[in-house]
């Protein structure tokens, strides 16, 4: 049985304010496999990657990422090193249905994008500056993982009116079973803002891009 909720992908609501997206509050077939991916969730083999004035002119960014499928191919060292249930949930977004929801959803034709999948953490400081995502990624898909996310904590995803981070059309708390689908184009400007000082956890996310080759 999968793990995502293949159904309810397929059939949430597409906004357009301020931009092609979708917010599913319920990702997963049930609570109790939400709650066991986000207590099995990694904390070993993240490799920071960061991209600040002083190195790139391009996007900016502070995060701890490790990837699990690239290109469309599994890093099966990666995953196998996994529990059982990431495992699982690397064979849905890696599988046709699944796919096949999400095209369904966004209306966007994803049978020659090739999907990569990466997981990763916020901790204190980290953040990733308004941007609309490289041309060549189709439509992106997030997954969240946290037990609970105090606003004050800052780190949320902000969708955006423009490349500005205060101007925020909607926030989205990275909340377990949470996830967002974003339809990649040029006014698809999101971001997240620094994680707080204050904040007690690591924010935790998986990443699904589906990029044309």
Not at 122 to 144: M, Q, S
Request: charged letters at 25%; hydrophobic letters at 35%.
């Amino acid at each position: 049985m999968p793990l995502v909720d293949i159904e309810t992908i397929s059939r949430a609501q597409l906004e357009q304010d301020p931009f092609d997206h979708a917010v599913i509050p319920r990702s997963f077939v049930t609570d109790d496999i939400a709650e066991n991916l986000r207590s099995e969730f990694s904390d070993v083999g993240f490799e920071q990657s960061e991209r600040t004035e002083e190195t790139r002119s391009d996007k900016q960014y502070r995060m701890f990422n490790r990837n699990l499928v690239t290109a469309g191919v599994v890093d099966q060292d990666q995953v196998r090193a996994l529990p059982e249930s990431w495992q699982l949930l690397v064979e849905d977004v890696v599988s046709k249905s699944y796919r096949e929801a999400v095209s369904a959803l966004t209306d966007v034709y994803l049978d020659q994008c090739q999907v990569e999948a990466r997981m990763t953490r916020y901790a204190r400081g980290c953040w990733i500056e308004p941007h609309t995502d490289r041309p060549d990624k189709a439509v992106t898909h997030l997954f969240y993982f946290n037990d609970g996310w105090n606003a004050d904590w800052s780190g949320d995803l902000h969708l955006l009116r423009s490349a500005d981070m205060n101007d925020c059309a909607k926030r989205v708390l990275p909340t377990t079973g949470t996830s967002v689908v974003l339809v990649r184009s040029d006014r698809s400007w999101h971001g997240v803002p620094p994680v707080a000082e204050t904040c007690p956890v690591d924010r935790l996310a998986l990443l699904v891009h589906f990029v044309r080759p």
